[in-house]
C-alpha cells in the first residue's frame, strides 16, 4: 500500500471510529451512564475528531 492510501485510511478510521463513539456516548446517556455534562464533554471530543478527519478528507490529506 503507498502512504497516500494509508493516510486516508487512518483519516477514514479516526472518521468512522469518531461517529461510532458519538453514538456510544449518546446511548450510555439515555440509559443513564453518563450525565448531561459527561455527554457534552465527551461528544463535543469525538465530534473535533470526527471534523478533523472529514476536513483532511476533503482538502485530500492523503
Known sequence: MTPVGSERERWERQKRQA???IK???LD???GK???EDLAAM???FEAQAFEA???LERGDH
Do not use: C, T, Y
Request: avoid cysteine; proline fraction near 0%.
Open 19 to 21: 461517529l461510532e463513539a
Open 54 to 56: 472529514m476536513a483532511a
Open 43 to 45: 461528544r463535543g471530543r
Open 29 to 31: 446517556h439515555r440509559m
Open 34 to 36: 453518563l450525565s448531561q
Open 24 to 26: 456510544e456516548v449518546e
